[in-house]
């Protein structure tokens, strides 16, 4: 089973991406998404050796954004991919059978495309306006939610859902109800000042029985 608290790290640096990448592992996040903008230079070969060190250290699961080569040289975990980065079915040849291999949706149409192509959980959103990520796909809202988890129900598609986007602590319970399988949340982790509590209010309301 997939853990329901994932953390997709931010930092313009080395340095900052392993400083916020320490400081969630620290406090009690085991699922770690490496995501950085200088994905295809030395930096993210130095970044990502080191993030799979610490995720060893902490017993985290440790996911590249994108970088399919970089997962399979590190030997990472898995990787997660847009809907406009290598397909699915290439990425699995590369990495095996073994290996985690996320997608990212916005639309129903795209949560039966990953199902088709089998991969392991979908990222599905964003959820609400996030400054994170460029080129915002349409906003989802709770309604967009419970919508596309409800025809997948009427289809019985059981893969993982994990809502993004622009997440806050007061969204959580609200957007379990829907039905998702947990969240990922970037500045939300990156920004507090109190990560110890934080992680655990999170954990308190994804790990709780609805």
Known sequence: MHNQLQYISQGNTVEEQLYNIHKALDNGCDWIQMRFKKNYSD????????????????????????NVHLAKQLDADGVHLGLSDMSIEEARLILGKTKIIGGTANTFEDVLQRT????????????????????LSPILGLEGYRSIISQMKAKNIQIPIYAIGGITLENVES???????????????TQTENASQLINQLNDKLYVTI
Not at 118 to 133: E, M, V
Not at 175 to 189: E, N, R
Request: some cysteine.
């Open 175 to 189: 957007l379990m109800k829907t039905g998702i399988h947990g969240i990922a949340v970037s500045g939300l982790i």
């Open 43 to 66: 930096d993210a070969f130095t970044l990502a050796e080191a993030t799979k060190m610490l995720c060893k250290e902490y017993l985290a699961t440790f996911i590249i954004n994108d």
């Open 116 to 135: 088709a192509e089998n991969c392991d959980y979908i990222g599905l959103g964003p959820f609400q306006f996030t400054t994170t990520k460029q080129n």
